[in-house]
């Protein structure tokens, strides 16, 4: 049984991993030069890969200490440092048995709340929320064990930005106050949402203000795409045909995750010695579609009707860049531009819109498509 080329875990091995050679080279050389680095990206285009496959090139994998965590889904200061916590003991502390009683008698202020394997007598992270009374203080005790390791430390910490949605104040000053002072380990921020990220990094009145090496991941290249899918298709005995690849990445916007996943189901699809043509695609695409229309109408449920119209209209023109217009608004039959301005706010907050080079456009070319469906 052959393995399906087009992976769709971040996790992708070399074999499978498609181009993003350039990217690539300079990630690996800020982290061998210490450096910490931003990477911005449109979502689901692969930067979440691009890190796993950097982390597991050898010049990484066999000299430095690496740590990956998702914060998207964190509310507060206290679950941030409970989940860089969880994830630093299980990826550090389990390295060695030093290395764990190295943490639990590092993080003083968790003292007493470790639990204990019963069959290895070794500590476990199984601290919960409420443990964690004085966060900030346990996130120093965090870095300073970081800072013993026996490598340097890379630390990616995906959706950064979602640190700004903290109730707490002043998150980003003591984070960049701890961060600064680190020599053994250094950081990778990532994002989806470039607006926010540039006012964190690139305005001179915030915290990390160039405090970072900046790394832009785009779409990957439609003709290098379609080389490694017919590629891929060939090691199998099978075929696909260009048209095919350009239909499905000119209709996602090329958008990584969704390319990856029509030729995924594609690839499955196609027999020994059979093509997969424009019409399997779409045949894919419309099953993918399906599959994620209560996803995408419960994704609306809290959307005014207001803000709703504005995001239709948004979809209905893919891309706009005079959004307070007279034209924009009277074509879309919209109540006023001071009332599109009040809705594009809202929906550029809920990242359901996205704002590039002064354009406004769905976040979700899914998304745009089942709406315009």
Same mark, same amino acid.
């Given at each position: 049984m052959k393995t399906n080329p087009f992976v769709l875990s971040p996790a992708i091995p070399d074999e499978y991993?498609?181009?993003?050679?350039?990217e690539s080279a300079s990630l690996i050389k800020s982290f061998k030069n210490q450096e910490n680095v931003v990477l911005i990206s449109p979502r689901r285009v692969g930067k979440t890969g691009l890190i796993y496959h950097c982390f597991n090139?050898?010049?990484?994998?066999?000299?430095?200490?690496?740590?990956?965590?998702d914060i998207l889904h964190t509310t507060s200061f206290q679950e941030f440092v409970k989940e860089l916590g969880a994830a630093v003991f299980n990826t550090v502390a389990k390295r060695s048995e030093k290395l764990a009683k190295l943490f639990v008698t590092t993080l003083r202020s968790l003292s007493g709340s470790f639990g204990i394997d019963p069959t290895t007598y070794m500590p476990t992270f199984d601290i919960k929320l409420g443990q964690i009374n004085m966060p900030e203080y346990t996130?120093?005790?965090? !870095?300073?064990?970081? #800072?013993?390791?026996?490598? $340097?430390?890379? +630390? @990616?910490?995906?959706?950064?930005?979602?640190i700004t949605k903290y109730q707490e104040?002043?998150?980003?000053?003591l984070l960049r106050g701890c961060i600064q002072k680190l020599v053994n380990t250094h950081f990778v921020f990532a994002s989806s949402e470039r607006r926010?990220?540039?006012?964190?990094?690139?305005?001179?009145?915030?915290?990390?203000?160039?405090?970072?090496?900046?790394l832009q991941l785009d779409s990957i290249d439609l003709q290098i795409?379609?080389?490694?899918?017919?590629?891929? !298709?060939?090691?199998? #005995?099978k075929s696909i045909e $260009?048209?095919? +690849? @350009?239909?499905?990445?000119?209709?996602?916007d090329g958008t990584t995750m969704y390319v990856h996943k029509l030729l995924h189901d594609c690839y499955a699809d196609t027999q020994t010695g059979e093509t997969c043509d424009t019409t399997a695609m779409q045949y894919a695409a419309e099953q993918l579609i399906q599959q994620n229309a209560k996803r995408l109408q419960e994704l609306l449920a809290y959307v005014t009707e207001q803000q709703k119209e504005v995001l239709y209209a948004i979809a209905a023109d893919k891309y706009v860049s005079r959004i307070t217009s007279s034209d924009f608004v009277k074509r879309h039959h919209l109540k006023s531009a001071s009332a599109v301005q009040s809705a594009t706010k809202r929906l550029l907050d809920l990242d359901l819109i996205t704002e590039q080079h002064k354009s406004y456009s769905v976040s979700d070319p899914l998304l745009r498509i089942w709406i315009v469906r």
């Open positions: 991993f498609c181009d993003r050679q350039t090139q050898p010049e990484i994998h066999d000299n430095f200490i690496t740590v990956s965590i996130l120093d005790e965090i !870095f300073s064990y970081l #800072e013993k390791a026996d490598k $340097p430390c890379i +630390v @990616a910490i995906d959706e950064f930005q979602q104040k002043n998150i980003e000053a926010l990220m540039n006012e964190m990094f690139f305005s001179d009145k915030r915290p990390f203000f160039q405090s970072a090496t900046l795409y379609t080389a490694f899918a017919v590629k891929q !298709f060939l090691l199998a #005995e $260009p048209e095919a +690849v @350009a239909w499905a990445y000119q209709t996602f």
